[in-house]
């Protein structure tokens, strides 16, 4: 089951790509979302089409996708034991994983826990170091597959 952080930015992610927006509470029902820009609380306010209940997901800074050298970054922070925190907003990161065990290849999904900018990386964990080979997908140089 996910967590509601990752509902959230599944939620803000479908907005922003104009998709529909599937209500978490009602099955089959679509949610209307607008964007409200305030001077301090930026956010996409939804409204579910059917039984007319709201969710509001902060928006300051506005959601986006991590770069894929941020997100191995923040897999290297995970093998030296420290905090991950958004580049962004400086919120911590919540991080799911799940790991082949035949294999040892875990992805990793990174979510800011404020403005659910989130971020995967796919590959052998201790082979995550960036300034070393390249990582654009290639598993021979650097240990990370392509998406």
Same mark, same amino acid.
């Given at each position: ?71 191995? $970054?923040?897999? &290297?922070?995970?093998?030296? /034991?420290? %905090? ?10 919540? +991080? =799911? ?25 796919? $590959?052998?964990? &201790?082979?995550?170091?960036? /300034?070393? %080979? ?10 990370? +597959? =392509?998406?």
């Amino acid at each position: 089951m996910p967590s509601e952080v990752e509902v959230l930015r599944e939620l803000a992610k479908a907005y922003w790509a104009g998709r529909d927006i599937p209500c978490p509470k009602h099955p089959g029902a679509k949610m209307i979302g607008s964007f409200v820009q305030t001077t301090a609380k930026d956010h996409i306010f939804l409204t579910c089409a059917r039984a007319n209940e709201t969710i509001t997901i902060p928006q300051r800074p506005k959601q986006l996708e991590f770069q894929r050298q941020q997100v191995e $970054g923040f897999v &290297e922070n995970i093998q030296r /034991g420290d %905090a991950n925190l958004c580049y962004r907003c400086q919120a911590r990161l919540e +991080v =799911a994983t799940n790991e082949n065990p035949n294999t040892g290849v875990t992805e990793f999904t990174f979510t800011c826990t404020r403005c659910f900018s989130y971020g995967t990386w796919t $590959g052998l964990p &201790e082979l995550a170091k960036i /300034g070393s %080979a390249p990582t654009s997908g290639t598993k021979k140089k650097s240990g990370a +597959v =392509a998406d």
